[in-house]
Nanobody, 122 residues
Framework: QVQLVESGGGLVQAGGSLRLSCAVS????????MGWFRQGPGKEREFVAI????????YYADSVKGRFTISRDNAQRTVYLQMNSLKPEDTAVYYC???????????????WGQGTQVTVSS
């Protein structure tokens, strides 16, 4: 079993920044990468970014490229999502999740956190 706990969400004005954290614990030996997803009001959950535990390979959705940065601290088993130049359309519940392979779709992920709300006001 794997447990994930997100934190760092909140209310911010457009143009502002937030940093999300995702602490991972439990049976983590099979994890290959971590992903961040988000789900806005009335929308499907969508991919935001992915990072591999080994090597730190990253990939971003076009909608956040150049504004968001995913990183990880292997020793602390924590993944971060630095979000800059936030826009109202970034408003969503943000989730972190684990995967045993390179994946950019929800179906490729095994364990999920409870989510953290990010609200960007205009």
């Amino acid at each position: 079993q794997v447990q994930l706990v997100e934190s760092g969400g909140g209310l911010v004005q457009a143009g502002g920044s937030l940093r999300l954290s995702c602490a991972v614990s439990g049976r983590t030996f099979s994890m290959y990468a971590m992903g961040w997803f988000r789900q806005g009001p009335g929308k499907e959950r969508e991919f935001v970014a992915i990072i591999t535990w080994s090597g730190g390979r990253t990939y971003y959705a076009d909608s956040v490229k150049g504004r968001f940065t995913i990183s990880r601290d292997n020793a602390q088993r924590t993944v971060y999502l630095q979000m800059n130049s936030l826009k109202p359309e970034d408003t969503a519940v943000y989730y972190c999740a684990t995967t045993t392979r390179w994946a950019t779709h929800v179906d490729g992920y095994d364990y999920w956190g409870q989510g953290t709300q990010v609200t960007v006001s205009s």
